[in-house]
């Protein structure tokens, strides 16, 4: 007999009291590469703490906590498959429990999840997709500025912000999103299936609801916080063990000497502000475009 089956078999000491386990995971802030001296959700950046999430043998389940206003599709596909080839590989049931917003990408990341739960006021849904940009052309005409662009290849500078808007441009852009916006609906589909509960014109639209309306329309399955949905499925002794990035000193010493070796010299922090700030500009306008 081993050393745990014998102390599980005493009647007193703290292991007879411990209760389930449930990893918890959150994924918080905008999906995608953001610039060098901002981090979004990338599955590069989340793949050792998604398997560390699962690594735990005989936990009760995976929680995800999900806060984003959304981002890029193809990093959202590919932190959400990775978390649905792990559950399915350790046959581990996984919960989601939206914050503030879990919207486009955001609301493709919390299908991931067997079950989905949201706030009273948490935002939910716009399941579309969005490109933006500028066109610049008349202002750099007005000013003087000749624009010189050679390319090989008609279609090079379709979407140029400098250039006039093409027609054929606009077209192709669209094309892409209508295929896109299919892979983003049949996720949906795929993970939701009959809890669906109202025309897809409505919920594929890019629409966004706060939580009553998203449970009425089935994209959610209930409204509570992580701590009580848990308590109440696995009772009151569940543990949560809040999955984070390592902090022993050695690491984050090692993390501390590459850092310092590529950001020190202020020619280079300088060099990375432009970019930076384009990033917190369009972090905010992606949190803007559902209020908040």
């Known amino acids: 007999m081993s050393m745990k089956d014998l102390l599980a078999k005493l009647p007193f000491g703290p292991w007879r009291d ?10 918080s802030g905008v999906i995608g590469q953001m610039g060098p001296l901002r981090q979004g959700l990338t599955l590069a950046g989340m793949a050792g703490l998604i398997e560390r999430a699962f ?41 989601a429990f939206c914050e503030d917003a879990a919207a486009s990408g955001g609301y ?71 295929d896109i916006h299919d892979v983003f609906k049949q996720m949906v589909r795929a993970r939701r299936g009959a809890r669906l509960n109202g025309a897809e014109e409505e919920l594929f639209s890019g629409a966004f609801w706060a939580g009553r309306r998203a449970l009425e329309l089935g994209l959610i399955d209930g409204i509570g916080d992580m701590r009580t949905i848990l308590r109440g499925r696995f009772g009151e002794k569940v543990r949560l063990r809040v999955v984070q990035e390592d902090r022993r000193w050695f ?31 369009e972090e905010r306008a992606l949190w803007s475009r559902i209020g908040l």
């Not at 399915?88 to 049931?93: F, G, M």
């Not at 739960?117 to 500028?134: L, T």
């Open 55 to 95: 690594a735990l043998k005989k936990q009760a389940a995976v929680a995800l906590i999900v806060n984003s206003p959304g981002g890029s599709p193809v990093q959202s596909a590919l932190i959400a498959k990775r978390i649905r080839d792990l559950a399915a590989e350790k046959n581990v049931p996984v919960f």
């Open 108 to 178: 493709w990341l919390a299908c991931a999840a067997d079950e989905i739960w949201a706030d009273e006021s948490s935002i939910v849904g716009s399941i579309g997709v969005v490109s933006s940009g500028f066109g610049a052309h008349e202002f750099i005409q007005r000013h003087g500025i000749e624009r010189r662009l050679y390319t090989a290849g008609d279609k090079k500078i379709l979407l140029d912000p400098f250039s006039p808007e093409r027609e054929d441009g606009v077209a192709h852009l669209k094309a892409i999103q209508t």
């Open 251 to 281: 690491r984050r010493l090692g993390f501390r000497v590459e850092s310092i070796g590529q950001t020190s010299l202020p020619g280079q922090i300088a060099s990375e502000l432009p970019s930076a700030t384009l990033a917190a500009v």
């Open 18 to 27: 411990a209760g389930p386990i449930v990893s918890v995971l959150r994924l």
